[in-house]
């Protein structure tokens, strides 16, 4: 007895990269059994990419737009212009004079002049109210004055030189054009936090979605687990084919989901730039890319080994030989 | 290479298995295990292999006292023990060569290790031809002698089988414990539970009779 069991401790200081080989021979096989089982019933493994490509395309996708909507507003960022409405009475002599004088001023860029008569002109011409207009006995409009501030100026110091200009005694009203601006910022500030909810809500849900699947898939292979048991298989070789399971159908799932982006920005591009040419811009839409792709591959990959950790820790001790 | 000693084992619901009983199986030795249906043949068995533990007394195997290994060595233990199940346990989605491989796959030999063992231990049996075909296709010996082969194919010091002829008629019913013999006479300790009395008081062994859990012969060596 005494000289066996010498025999085995020696036996097992001398299989110790023996073992590392099997451990990594079994983590082949058990990928590659796992993506056999998971290609063989090829309409579920489909039906299952596609709720997890699903979930995962929602945020992104939704990601993605804003990226473009941050993209496509960055241009505007700077202070852009502050509009002085004049009084009625200061006639368009008096506005000229008015005029050279803000030019003068150190922290304004440019001044353009907006004759009440060229504003009712094109308000007309755009509105497609010219008829009504027509019939006015008198002008509506005021007279304009475009300040555009030195690029320079941040926002702060533009709300400054709005309000200075608002004193004078020729102007009735100064609007400084970045209120919508913020108004967007804010705005766009609020769907960033409303897709990062909804993206943690539906990560959730593909983790809890493929536990669910790898429960199923421990039912349905409950007895070779135990044949397994019984004939000496520890818990980690039990649970390896199914991680890999996992993975394989959250892989899947993060490819079906860059797809499904790429689709809907293919769908989208058209008119994207044909809303672009229509205000003169060069705004193409920007897509996932092939790091985004990758990253969605990777993601999915890690929620689907999450999932399926999730329901092996709770199901698979809990099939024993009897 | 196991012994009892007065090992009795409770179930939860309070039903008695087995009662203080105690036996030693040596080295090298064939043994029979016997008794009605529900004389703790089976509890017997599961006891060794770490299906359950005792309640009271001391099990060791191969030296090694049961009560002592953790639960996450029970299946380093288990694959020291080859174990012939009455209802095969085969995995029926594949083939004769993978059921057989099993448990070389799980002590990790490498590929050509494990079909040199495999086509061994199917040889020793007389299936080696049938090593793709499935498990169902195979009758009741076969599949018997397919369970067998994957119970000795790592090679173990200690061979359980519970009811191995259970279902079998007695012509394969001898032929299958020849094979036992067989293997003991290689070096296995082999320990069969059988109620089949005609046939086992045939083959000249030691025989342990079991009653409502309690040793009733062959307890001595």
């Known amino acids: 007895m005494s000289k066996s069991r010498a025999e085995g401790a020696v036996q097992s200081k001398a299989r110790f990269s023996d073992r590392y080989n099997a451990w990594l021979r079994h983590h082949r096989l058990s990928a590659a059994d796992s993506l056999h089982r998971v290609l063989d019933n090829l309409v579920s493994s489909l039906m299952t990419w596609l709720v997890i490509g699903i979930a995962l395309a929602l945020p992104v996708g939704l990601d993605?737009?804003?990226?473009?909507?941050?993209?496509?507003?960055?241009?505007?960022?700077?202070p852009s212009q502050i509009s002085l409405f004049l009084k009625d009475e200061v006639d368009t002599a008096a506005a000229m004079v008015l005029v050279k004088d803000i030019e003068a001023r150190d922290d304004v860029q440019q001044v353009h002049f907006v004759s009440r008569e060229d504003a009712l002109a094109e308000f007309s011409a755009l509105s497609g109210f010219a008829d009504v207009l027509a019939s006015l006995e008198d002008n509506p409009l005021p007279n304009l004055l475009l300040v555009t501030p030195d690029s320079a100026l941040a926002g702060a110091a533009a709300g400054g030189l709005r309000a200075k200009l608002a004193q004078r005694k020729e102007v009735a009203e100064a609007v400084l054009d970045m209120e919508w601006l913020q108004r967007l910022n804010s705005l766009m500030e609020l769907s960033r936090r409303l897709v990062i909810a909804i993206g943690v809500l539906l990560v959730l849900g593909v983790v809890l979605i493929l536990g669910n699947t790898i429960r199923l898939a421990i039912e349905n292979r409950r007895e070779e687990i135990v044949i397994v048991k019984l004939v000496g298989g520890s818990n980690p070789f039990v649970r390896r084919p199914f991680l890999y399971t996992g993975l394989w159908y959250g892989v899947g799932g993060g490819f079906f989901a860059a797809l499904l982006v790429s689709l809907s920005l293919w769908f989208l591009e058209a008119p994207v730039s044909e809303l672009a040419a229509l205000y003169q811009s060069e705004f193409v839409l920007a897509g996932l890319g092939l790091m985004g792709a990758l990253n969605l591959l990777i993601l999915g990959g890690l929620l689907g080994l999450a999932g399926a950790w999730l329901a092996v820790t709770r199901h698979l001790a809990a099939i024993v030989p009897r | 290479m196991i012994s009892f000693e007065r090992v009795s084992k409770?179930?939860?619901?309070?039903?008695?298995?087995?009662?203080?009983?105690?036996?030693?199986?040596?080295?090298?030795?064939?043994?029979?295990?016997?008794?009605?249906?529900?004389?703790?043949?089976?509890?017997?068995?599961?006891?060794?292999?770490?299906?359950?533990?005792?309640?009271?007394?001391?099990?060791?195997?191969?030296?090694?006292?049961?009560?002592?290994?953790?639960?996450?060595?029970?299946?380093?233990?288990?694959?020291?023990?080859?174990?012939?199940?009455?209802?095969?346990?085969?995995?029926?989605?594949?083939?004769?060569?993978?059921?057989?491989?099993?448990?070389?796959?799980?002590?990790?030999?490498?590929?050509r290790e494990v079909g040199r063992r495999v086509r061994a231990a199917l040889d020793k049996v007389g299936l080696l031809s049938r090593e793709r075909a499935?498990?169902?296709?195979?009758?009741?010996?076969?599949?018997?002698?397919?369970?067998?082969?994957?119970?000795?194919?790592?090679?173990?010091?200690?061979?359980?089988?519970?009811?191995?002829?259970?279902?079998?008629?007695?012509?394969?019913?001898?032929?299958?414990?020849?094979?036992?013999?067989?293997?003991?006479?290689?070096?296995?300790?082999?320990?069969?539970?059988?109620?089949?009395?005609?046939?086992?008081?045939?083959?000249?062994?030691?025989?342990?009779?079991?009653?409502?859990?309690?040793?009733?012969?062959?307890?001595?060596?």
Do not use: C
């Open chain 2, 10 to 111: 409770r179930y939860q619901e309070g039903h008695d298995a087995l009662r203080d009983v105690s036996f030693e199986i040596a080295k090298d030795d064939l043994v029979f295990l016997t008794g009605h249906s529900g004389a703790g043949k089976s509890t017997l068995m599961r006891l060794i292999m770490l299906m359950d533990r005792a309640t009271r007394g001391k099990v060791v195997v191969d030296g090694v006292d049961l009560a002592s290994v953790p639960g996450r060595n029970i299946p380093a233990h288990r694959r020291d023990i080859g174990v012939v199940f009455q209802n095969h346990q085969l995995l029926f989605d594949r083939s004769v060569f993978e059921n057989v491989a099993l448990p070389l796959i799980i002590a990790g030999y490498d590929y």
């Open chain 1, 64 to 78: 993605v737009a804003l990226d473009n909507a941050t993209e496509l507003s960055s241009g505007w960022d700077s």
């Open chain 2, 134 to 221: 499935l498990p169902v296709t195979l009758s009741g010996g076969e599949q018997q002698r397919v369970g067998i082969a994957r119970a000795v194919v790592g090679k173990p010091k200690i061979l359980l089988a519970d009811e191995p002829t259970g279902n079998l008629d007695p012509a394969l019913s001898a032929e299958i414990m020849t094979l036992f013999e067989e293997f003991n006479q290689v070096g296995v300790t082999v320990l069969i539970a059988s109620h089949d009395l005609i046939l086992i008081s045939q083959l000249r062994h030691r025989i342990i009779t079991l009653s409502e859990g309690r040793l009733v012969t062959g307890g001595e060596l």
